[in-house]
């Protein structure tokens, strides 16, 4: 089967299940039951994407470190083909390894999904510099070198960006003061502190423990209010259970208030209404 035949399949596939989670989210199931059926869908529309994503980087990057009898380029195609295979066994494997602690294996493949996404990034803004530069400047890379140049620039910036981003990713979270002054504010309310959490995304890469340090410096605050704002968790309630539990210890004067976030979450809200 050749690669436009693959790309026809993978597309169908997407629209398929696109128009299923649509008809699954718009029926009366069991709440449990239409989860499930969420979930799988979910997974299938997001490999069916995920496979896109690792096709176009194969396929632009690649190619220069078939060709080449260097032992660093050689070891370079390897990287890089062990991280779009992990890239892709993310999802189901963080599905399977979700608990009340990240597993290793959840965190190492979830890493490459993000290296994936941001190596995407980079070579798509590659191509269009390239594309700029053909078109209006009249010059292409052609040789050998040049693209092999190119490969090595791609690689680099992805390796760059990939680390500040773990390394940022396991930093304890910033604390950000925010004033805002209001016109005509009642007297009552001058001072009132609101502590924002957002996207803290318990599951697959955070577990009970960096949780449980986030409460800790949200109480050390002591604000009036809390407010977890969207992306709160990635697990169902039978995985995270003890996991989200450090929730309960949220203080604030006048209530501690959340959303679920993006659309798909909307399917936790049951779980933690359950574990809340």
Known sequence: MDGSRVLCLVGALVSLNLVAVIGTYLTTFDDVLKYKVLLVQFILVAQSLLFFAARYVWVRVCPQLFTSTRLIERIALVIVGTILVLAQCSLFLGTIFTAEEPHWISILTYCCLGILVIMVTVVFLFDVTNFITTRFLRRKITTRVGLR?????IILCTAILSITAIVNGRREPDIKRIYIPLKNLPSELHGLTIVQLSDV???????RKMLENVVKTTNSLSPDIVVLTGDLVDGSVYQIRQAIKPLLKLKATHGVYFVTGKAFLFMHAFSLC???
Do not use: N, S
Not at 202 to 207: I, K, M
């Open 274 to 276: 359950r574990i809340l």
């Open 149 to 153: 140049i190119r490969t090595f620039l």
């Open 201 to 207: 995304h318990v599951g697959p890469t955070v577990g």
